[in-house]
């Protein structure tokens, strides 16, 4: 009975996240209630509260379902004892533009975060949690362009801080773009190209020197 308790409650979470999905997406996330996606969910809004505090956390809790396929290779980027981490990274850059590009529920969630999405007061909780995730980010890419420089694959004159920065920037910058106006260019065609014009930038600036 415990473990059905369980299973249930778990489905009931699963219903909620997907309904907030579709009413977001469809909606933008300011002009989406709580009502809106328990209708949809078919729940009662006692049942969201049970599982989420408010749509911040439920915004948060679709962002957490993008992270986990990624977060391996993350790490064995940021390892000292990873022989190839600015191979790692170029691979982890590749898989993330086909993600996007190619994977429906990757790509409505992103649109979410990057288009529809305002930090309003009622989603100051998450304006706090992407800024934190943004310097997270910063460090962890550090991390990997500082064990690149230890084992010889960028410049011993780089400077890692800035280079996360812009890589990061980069990035970011590229996929919401393309979700923006995903006719003006090739994300997944090009991802290898794409993935190589970021490493370029950091291998050949002479801006992000020392």
Request: proline fraction near 3%.
């Given at each position: 009975?415990v473990?059905?308790?369980?299973?249930?409650?778990q489905?009931?979470?699963?219903?909620i996240?997907?309904?907030?999905?579709?009413?977001?997406?469809?909606?933008g996330?300011?002009?989406?209630?709580?009502?809106?996606?328990?209708?949809l969910?078919?729940v009662?809004?006692?049942?969201?509260?049970?599982?989420?505090?408010?749509?911040?956390?439920l915004?948060?809790a679709?962002?957490?379902?993008?992270?986990?396929?990624?977060?391996?290779?993350?790490?064995?980027?940021?390892?000292?004892?990873?022989?190839?981490?600015?191979?790692?990274?170029?691979?982890?850059?590749i898989?993330?533009?086909?993600?996007?590009?190619?994977?429906?529920?990757?790509?409505?969630?992103n649109?979410i975060?990057?288009?529809?999405?305002?930090?309003?007061d009622?989603?100051?909780?998450?304006?706090?949690?992407?800024?934190?995730?943004?310097?997270?980010?910063?460090?962890?890419?550090?991390?990997?362009?500082?064990?690149?420089?230890?084992?010889?694959?960028?410049?011993?004159?780089?400077?890692?801080?800035?280079?996360?920065?812009?890589?990061?920037?980069?990035?970011?910058?590229l996929?919401?773009?393309?979700?923006?106006?995903?006719d003006?260019?090739?994300?997944?065609?090009?991802?290898?190209?794409?993935?190589?014009?970021?490493?370029?930038?950091?291998?050949?600036s002479?801006?992000?020197?020392?």
């Amino acid at each position: 009975m415990v473990r059905r308790t369980k299973e249930e409650a778990q489905e009931t979470r699963s219903q909620i996240l997907q309904a907030a999905e579709q009413a977001f997406y469809e909606r933008g996330v300011a002009r989406t209630t709580l009502a809106d996606i328990a209708a949809l969910a078919g729940v009662t809004r006692g049942a969201i509260y049970w599982h989420f505090s408010n749509k911040s956390d439920l915004l948060q809790a679709l962002l957490d379902t993008l992270h986990e396929p990624l977060d391996e290779l993350a790490r064995a980027s940021e390892s000292e004892d990873e022989v190839d981490p600015l191979g790692c990274m170029r691979k982890l850059l590749i898989h993330l533009y086909h993600e996007v590009a190619l994977d429906p529920k990757t790509r409505r969630i992103n649109e979410i975060l990057f288009h529809k999405c305002e930090f309003t007061d009622e989603m100051c909780d998450m304006r706090r949690q992407r800024q934190t995730h943004t310097l997270e980010c910063n460090l962890r890419i550090g991390l990997t362009l500082r064990n690149a420089v230890h084992r010889g694959q960028l410049p011993e004159t780089l400077d890692t801080t800035r280079g996360a920065i812009c890589i990061h920037a980069f990035i970011h910058g590229l996929i919401g773009q393309w979700l923006l106006v995903p006719d003006s260019f090739q994300l997944h065609q090009d991802a290898e190209r794409w993935a190589d014009i970021g490493l370029d930038m950091l291998r050949l600036s002479p801006s992000l020197r020392n």
